[in-house]
């Protein structure tokens, strides 16, 4: 095979005519900045690149990529994306939704999409909070959340968007923050290169209707002790001094978080993103408090399975071979199958 | 003994037992081997929803209706001519649809005082006078078979089993009917035991032979085949025609088929065909849910393929918002509705014509589809191509409004030759169409079909975004410019009403009818058989049948104009009749039934005879 020819693109290349138009400050800029500066590394032709979006806030994003993208329906891209990923294969599919999309109204599509591993890369911006219809609590919202709809606070249990891909079989399962450009382009880079859904929960600051949902984690007097940086192969610590550790308390079903000086070395776990069972990934996704302290970001998981979309095409490619005949004719022995009998 | 030999023009038949007993494959053996013969046919399977209700209930008869005649035939027949009843219940289900004299064969051996008791038969009604006006056949179906089978190497329960064979055998004996194909059936089913062919073709043959040597069956019937028109022909119902022209669009577009479908009665059947056709590079999904799958589909045509989705009324319903995104993207989109009773679960496995209003207006905004109605079994299969040759040409979503009594129903279908369908290439937007010659429009429209380009993904220079927001024209940028929203809305409007469809045809031989029968979808047959029958008593009426429902044909007004009285017969509550009245001003006389069932020739005869005296 010859080597991909450079197709030398630039973040402009990637910037729509359209004018782009969330509001000022919002998270979502700092993301489409990203993503555009992400994607000449890609070393894909724009017309082969496809983002589809639901509805919200950050379902706008096909709208400012020059690449093609359809902007749907509320809930409905994972959807959408599998038709046109499964058959069209050979483009890169691209799904940006928000926490109400994904979570509420699209919640049934995400998890499908999830289990059957399509070859989706979708982008989950996290802000907590219904922003295109002015501030209702959202799926992702904190139980006791004061918005319009909820004036002396929400009563229902959000949902842990990366317990709940996990629990959905995903495949390749990460999370970054929409102001750290270059983490947030790590995460883009390992989500690319997966086969499969890959599953991106980015946390996304809505200044309007949920300021600061996330700033523990940007702020830079608290986000080292707050965040757990994971890296493949690397024991996990993490702290302004390093000063905390994350082991698997024996006898016990998940994780905790130590201080790195009380603790052996060898008890230290060592993040492995590869981990067939989902538990040990479930139990990273579960290690952060209402405070959000011990928030872990990079990529939880990254398996191998067949994606759906190389499955049912190799079923149609299978079902193909060995064939000679033209469509017609085949058409013609497919009509005259069965008991036929002829009048003269 | 010699057995008399009595022809006959045409005969109705109606297998029923237990939804366990085999009587959909014993209506199917017997349909075929009459297919044979050349006989035209018109089948009715009439089935519960559960798959096993109560064994010897009421709830879980099952029944198959055949009619087939020497002649051209239009409908299953109204009244059974003879009804094979193999348990007390299937008698007293369908005692009720037969006419004095019919010849009634029961299985005796399941008239049990238990089997009678659970059908509230005091005492057995083949020992009492209560069937004294009917030809009653007792026949210990039951035990004959075991009997027949005593040598095989079967268990009591697969040898009872075999005797819907038997009762088959006997029928096929009956009324002369050529078995070869079901021996190569039986052969095919149980190909992986042995066993099981030997076992049920020994019951078919002592079913056959019964018939020839008992006494109680004194006469033999024939029935001569039909004048058809030359060509090879197969016995098809609707589903299979339905998803064979699905097959034959993608062939004839060159376009690969993507079906997005989640299982709902009656319209899984068509998702089980397209699955085995990969070899035409059809894709099937099955779905999480009904919007998924239409969703997918969509997705599917943004990206090139004919996306399809299957499903019935509720279905339908939960696809209406992606079915509008597809009105405001302007793709290609079949929608099939297999239509069944409703509101709600309704009666899963009864007929109904009660979605016509949801497929021309169940939309939020102003969403205008065009809507296709196939009239019988084998018109399934031209419906779809009409179909798809509009999605794929006028780039819209086609509501294909079939129903359970088309779907299930078969008939036998002439062969088309490949080459002769309809030609559905499309061509890709492939240039800029800017007058820059570098930009590209995605809603300038060609002036002929007001069609938008088909840009799909992949193509280079042509990147662009699309979605539910409105658009401004020709750029497709987004737009909430008032004059433009209105503009747009009239455009996608006229997008639909200014297809071209063919002219209605009356049908009006005597050329001096003053009342015309106008119907849609399923009802064509029944109609048909009800106007022939006035004709050949004398009276004059004249027949349109839709096939467009949007746009409705050009003439239509005229032709409804032209006549003193208009009828619309309908499985609803008149919900065609009701467009007829609010566009054309005509005062159509609705004759509206839902009973689950399709009209009869004969209720259909009576009524439009009293609308001729009154005219």
């Given at each position: 095979m010859s080597e991909p020819v450079?197709?030398?693109?630039?973040?402009k290349d990637f910037k729509s005519d359209q004018e782009v138009r969330w509001?000022?400050?919002?998270g979502d800029y700092a993301i489409l900045a990203a993503v555009q500066g992400f994607?000449?590394?890609?070393?894909?032709?724009?017309?082969n690149i496809v983002f589809v979006s639901g509805i919200?806030?950050?379902?706008?994003f096909p709208y400012y990529m020059n690449t093609y993208g359809m902007h749907s329906i509320h809930g409905r891209a994972p959807a959408i994306a599998t038709g046109l990923s499964v058959s069209r294969p050979d483009l890169s599919v691209w799904v940006v939704t928000g926490d109400g999309d994904a979570l509420s109204i699209g919640g049934n599509h995400l998890i499908h999409a999830l289990r059957r591993n399509v070859n989706l890369k979708i982008l989950l911006f996290n802000n907590?909070?219904?922003?295109?219809?002015?501030g209702q609590y959202s799926p992702?919202?904190?139980?006791?959340k004061v918005t319009k709809s909820t004036?002396?606070?929400?009563a229902d249990a959000p949902f842990n968007p990366l317990s709940l891909a996990l629990g959905a079989e995903a495949t390749f399962v990460a999370r970054t923050i929409d102001s750290d450009r270059k983490h947030l382009q790590s995460v883009l880079r390992a989500a690319a290169e997966h086969q499969g859904s890959a599953f991106v929960e980015i946390y996304q600051?809505?200044?309007?209707?949920?300021?600061?949902?996330f700033d523990p984690l940007k702020e830079p007097a608290t986000r080292d002790d707050f965040l757990i940086r994971l890296e493949h192969g690397q024991p996990i610590t993490f702290g302004s001094d390093g000063q905390f550790c994350v082991v698997h308390p024996p006898g016990g079903f998940g994780l905790e978080v130590r201080e790195t000086a009380a603790t052996?070395?060898?008890?230290i776990v060592v993040h492995d993103a590869?981990?067939?069972?989902?538990a040990y990934a479930f139990a990273l996704s579960r290690l952060p408090g209402l405070d959000l302290r011990n928030t872990p970001i990079g990529v939880f998981r990254s398996v191998d399975r067949p994606s759906y979309d190389s499955v049912v095409q190799e079923q149609v490619a299978a079902a193909r071979a060995?064939?000679?005949?033209t469509p017609e004719q085949q058409l013609s022995a497919l009509l005259g199958s069965g008991d036929t009998w002829t009048i003269l | 003994m010699t057995k008399q030999i009595r022809q006959l023009d045409r005969v109705v038949i109606r297998f029923a037992g237990?939804?366990?007993?085999?009587m959909q494959l014993t209506g199917d053996r017997f349909t075929s081997e009459t297919a044979q013969l050349g006989n035209d046919i018109s089948t009715l399977p009439n089935f519960p929803?559960?798959?096993?209700?109560?064994?010897?209930?009421l709830p879980g008869v099952s029944s198959f209706q055949v009619h087939f005649a020497d002649y051209d035939i239009l409908?299953?027949?109204?009244?059974?001519?003879?009804l094979v009843a193999m348990n007390p219940a299937a008698l007293k289900a369908n005692l009720a649809d037969l006419p004095r004299g019919a010849d009634i064969i029961v299985n005796?051996?399941?008239?049990t005082r238990r089997n009678l008791a659970k059908v509230g038969y005091a005492t057995s009604p083949l020992d009492d006078?209560?069937?004294?006006g009917y030809a009653v056949h007792p026949v210990a179906l039951t035990s004959m078979t075991i009997g027949a089978l005593?040598?095989?190497?079967?268990s009591k329960k697969d040898a009872e089993r075999a005797k819907n064979m038997f009762a088959l055998g006997l029928l096929s004996w009956m009324y002369s009917r050529p078995y070869e194909s079901t021996l190569r059936f039986l052969e095919r089913k149980f190909a992986a035991r042995p066993e099981l062919v030997a076992a049920n073709v020994a019951a078919f043959r002592a079913g056959w032979n019964f018939g020839e040597t008992t006494?109680?069956?004194s006469v033999r019937y024939e029935v001569k085949p039909a004048k058809m028109l030359p060509g090879t022909y197969r016995n098809i119902t609707g589903n299979a025609a339905l998803s064979l022209g699905l097959v034959a669009a993608g062939v004839r577009s060159g376009l690969p088929v993507f079906l997005g479908a989640y299982p709902i009665t009656p319209a899984s059947d068509i998702l089980h065909e397209l699955s085995?056709?990969?070899?035409?590079?059809v894709v099937t999904m099955q779905a999480e849910d009904e919007i998924a799958a239409v969703g997918a589909a969509l997705g599917a045509s943004y990206g090139g393929a004919l996306g399809i989705t299957t499903t019935s009324g509720p279905g339908v319903a939960l696809k209406s918002e992606t079915i509008s995104l597809a009105v405001a993207l302007e793709l290609p989109l079949v929608i099939v509705d297999v239509q069944r009773a409703g509101?709600?679960?309704?009666?899963?496995?009864k007929t109904e014509q009660a979605d016509l209003n949801m497929a021309l207006?169940?939309?939020?905004?102003e969403a205008p589809v065009a809507v296709v109605a196939p009239k019988s079994p084998s018109d399934c299969f031209h419906a779809a191509l009409e179909a798809a040759r509009i999605a794929l040409t006028y780039r819209t979503p086609v509501i294909l409004l079939s129903d359970n009594y088309v779907a299930n129903g078969s008939e036998p279908w002439l062969l088309?030759?490949?080459?002769?369908?309809?030609?559905?290439r499309v061509e890709f937007a492939?240039?800029?169409?800017g007058e820059d010659g570098t930009t590209f429009l995605p809603?300038?429209?060609?002036?002929?079909?007001?069609a938008r380009p088909w840009a799909v993904p992949?193509?280079?220079?042509?990147?662009h975004r699309i979605g539910g927001l409105e658009k401004a024209d020709k750029t497709g940028d987004i737009s909430y410019d008032p004059a433009n929203h209105d503009f747009m809305v009239r455009t996608r409007a006229a997008r639909i009403e200014t297809i071209p469809v063919p002219d209605v045809e009356v049908?009006?031989?005597?050329?001096?009818?003053r009342v015309l029968v106008l119907g849609w979808g399923s009802t064509y047959g029944p109609i048909g058989a009800a106007c022939r029958g006035l004709r050949q008593r004398g009276l004059s009426v004249a027949q349109a049948h839709l096939?467009?429902?949007?746009?409705?044909?050009?003439n239509l007004g005229e032709v409804l104009r032209s006549y003193d009285r208009v009828v619309v017969p309908e499985m609803n509550l008149g919900q065609l009749a009701h467009v007829i009245r609010a566009k054309y001003l005509v005062d159509a006389i609705g004759y509206n039934q839902v009973r689950g069932l399709p009209f009869t020739a004969a209720e259909l005869e009576t009524m439009l005879e009293e609308v001729l005296k009154n005219v």
């Amino acid at each position: 095979m010859s080597e991909p020819v450079a197709l030398k693109l630039t973040a402009k290349d990637f910037k729509s005519d359209q004018e782009v138009r969330w509001c000022p400050g919002c998270g979502d800029y700092a993301i489409l900045a990203a993503v555009q500066g992400f994607m000449p590394e890609l070393n894909i032709a724009r017309e082969n690149i496809v983002f589809v979006s639901g509805i919200g806030c950050s379902s706008r994003f096909p709208y400012y990529m020059n690449t093609y993208g359809m902007h749907s329906i509320h809930g409905r891209a994972p959807a959408i994306a599998t038709g046109l990923s499964v058959s069209r294969p050979d483009l890169s599919v691209w799904v940006v939704t928000g926490d109400g999309d994904a979570l509420s109204i699209g919640g049934n599509h995400l998890i499908h999409a999830l289990r059957r591993n399509v070859n989706l890369k979708i982008l989950l911006f996290n802000n907590r909070i219904y922003g295109l219809t002015k501030g209702q609590y959202s799926p992702t919202s904190e139980v006791g959340k004061v918005t319009k709809s909820t004036p002396v606070g929400s009563a229902d249990a959000p949902f842990n968007p990366l317990s709940l891909a996990l629990g959905a079989e995903a495949t390749f399962v990460a999370r970054t923050i929409d102001s750290d450009r270059k983490h947030l382009q790590s995460v883009l880079r390992a989500a690319a290169e997966h086969q499969g859904s890959a599953f991106v929960e980015i946390y996304q600051n809505c200044n309007i209707f949920n300021d600061g949902a996330f700033d523990p984690l940007k702020e830079p007097a608290t986000r080292d002790d707050f965040l757990i940086r994971l890296e493949h192969g690397q024991p996990i610590t993490f702290g302004s001094d390093g000063q905390f550790c994350v082991v698997h308390p024996p006898g016990g079903f998940g994780l905790e978080v130590r201080e790195t000086a009380a603790t052996p070395a060898e008890e230290i776990v060592v993040h492995d993103a590869t981990v067939a069972d989902p538990a040990y990934a479930f139990a990273l996704s579960r290690l952060p408090g209402l405070d959000l302290r011990n928030t872990p970001i990079g990529v939880f998981r990254s398996v191998d399975r067949p994606s759906y979309d190389s499955v049912v095409q190799e079923q149609v490619a299978a079902a193909r071979a060995g064939v000679d005949q033209t469509p017609e004719q085949q058409l013609s022995a497919l009509l005259g199958s069965g008991d036929t009998w002829t009048i003269l | 003994m010699t057995k008399q030999i009595r022809q006959l023009d045409r005969v109705v038949i109606r297998f029923a037992g237990d939804s366990g007993d085999g009587m959909q494959l014993t209506g199917d053996r017997f349909t075929s081997e009459t297919a044979q013969l050349g006989n035209d046919i018109s089948t009715l399977p009439n089935f519960p929803a559960e798959i096993r209700a109560p064994a010897g209930t009421l709830p879980g008869v099952s029944s198959f209706q055949v009619h087939f005649a020497d002649y051209d035939i239009l409908t299953p027949g109204d009244a059974p001519n003879v009804l094979v009843a193999m348990n007390p219940a299937a008698l007293k289900a369908n005692l009720a649809d037969l006419p004095r004299g019919a010849d009634i064969i029961v299985n005796t051996d399941e008239f049990t005082r238990r089997n009678l008791a659970k059908v509230g038969y005091a005492t057995s009604p083949l020992d009492d006078d209560s069937l004294a006006g009917y030809a009653v056949h007792p026949v210990a179906l039951t035990s004959m078979t075991i009997g027949a089978l005593a040598e095989h190497d079967v268990s009591k329960k697969d040898a009872e089993r075999a005797k819907n064979m038997f009762a088959l055998g006997l029928l096929s004996w009956m009324y002369s009917r050529p078995y070869e194909s079901t021996l190569r059936f039986l052969e095919r089913k149980f190909a992986a035991r042995p066993e099981l062919v030997a076992a049920n073709v020994a019951a078919f043959r002592a079913g056959w032979n019964f018939g020839e040597t008992t006494e109680d069956f004194s006469v033999r019937y024939e029935v001569k085949p039909a004048k058809m028109l030359p060509g090879t022909y197969r016995n098809i119902t609707g589903n299979a025609a339905l998803s064979l022209g699905l097959v034959a669009a993608g062939v004839r577009s060159g376009l690969p088929v993507f079906l997005g479908a989640y299982p709902i009665t009656p319209a899984s059947d068509i998702l089980h065909e397209l699955s085995k056709h990969k070899k035409f590079g059809v894709v099937t999904m099955q779905a999480e849910d009904e919007i998924a799958a239409v969703g997918a589909a969509l997705g599917a045509s943004y990206g090139g393929a004919l996306g399809i989705t299957t499903t019935s009324g509720p279905g339908v319903a939960l696809k209406s918002e992606t079915i509008s995104l597809a009105v405001a993207l302007e793709l290609p989109l079949v929608i099939v509705d297999v239509q069944r009773a409703g509101p709600s679960t309704g009666m899963p496995t009864k007929t109904e014509q009660a979605d016509l209003n949801m497929a021309l207006y169940g939309r939020h905004g102003e969403a205008p589809v065009a809507v296709v109605a196939p009239k019988s079994p084998s018109d399934c299969f031209h419906a779809a191509l009409e179909a798809a040759r509009i999605a794929l040409t006028y780039r819209t979503p086609v509501i294909l409004l079939s129903d359970n009594y088309v779907a299930n129903g078969s008939e036998p279908w002439l062969l088309p030759d490949v080459e002769s369908l309809p030609d559905l290439r499309v061509e890709f937007a492939t240039e800029p169409n800017g007058e820059d010659g570098t930009t590209f429009l995605p809603y300038l429209r060609d002036p002929q079909t007001l069609a938008r380009p088909w840009a799909v993904p992949g193509t280079a220079g042509l990147e662009h975004r699309i979605g539910g927001l409105e658009k401004a024209d020709k750029t497709g940028d987004i737009s909430y410019d008032p004059a433009n929203h209105d503009f747009m809305v009239r455009t996608r409007a006229a997008r639909i009403e200014t297809i071209p469809v063919p002219d209605v045809e009356v049908e009006d031989p005597d050329g001096d009818a003053r009342v015309l029968v106008l119907g849609w979808g399923s009802t064509y047959g029944p109609i048909g058989a009800a106007c022939r029958g006035l004709r050949q008593r004398g009276l004059s009426v004249a027949q349109a049948h839709l096939r467009h429902l949007a746009p409705m044909p050009a003439n239509l007004g005229e032709v409804l104009r032209s006549y003193d009285r208009v009828v619309v017969p309908e499985m609803n509550l008149g919900q065609l009749a009701h467009v007829i009245r609010a566009k054309y001003l005509v005062d159509a006389i609705g004759y509206n039934q839902v009973r689950g069932l399709p009209f009869t020739a004969a209720e259909l005869e009576t009524m439009l005879e009293e609308v001729l005296k009154n005219v």
